[in-house]
């Protein structure tokens, strides 16, 4: 698959990002090669192949899930600019 250097000025466009032209061909070749790695990748055969969360076979410690530093609001809301009634209170950010 090949990037258009229409595609990548859009792209950057939406991310307000200011490229030079030189810079345009540059990533537009550079796209265009990393998709072309996808659709190798795409290509392989893979079934059969269960999925993985992790390239290496580990297991995560267990421990009994309890309190260890329980009762610290007090402590904890000391350190906020403003709490009310045991909560931090933020400047309203939603109209």
Known sequence: MS???????????????????????????QLSQILGLMDQLNSLPTDGVTPMSHAVE????????????GDMQEILLACAPDSEQGHFRVPKIIE
């Open 3 to 29: 990037i258009k250097a229409d595609t990548v000025k859009h792209v950057a466009n939406l991310a307000r990002l200011t490229i030079s032209e030189e810079e345009v061909e540059t990533y537009a070749d």
């Open 58 to 69: 580990i297991s995560m410690p267990a421990r009994e899930d309890t309190v260890t530093n």
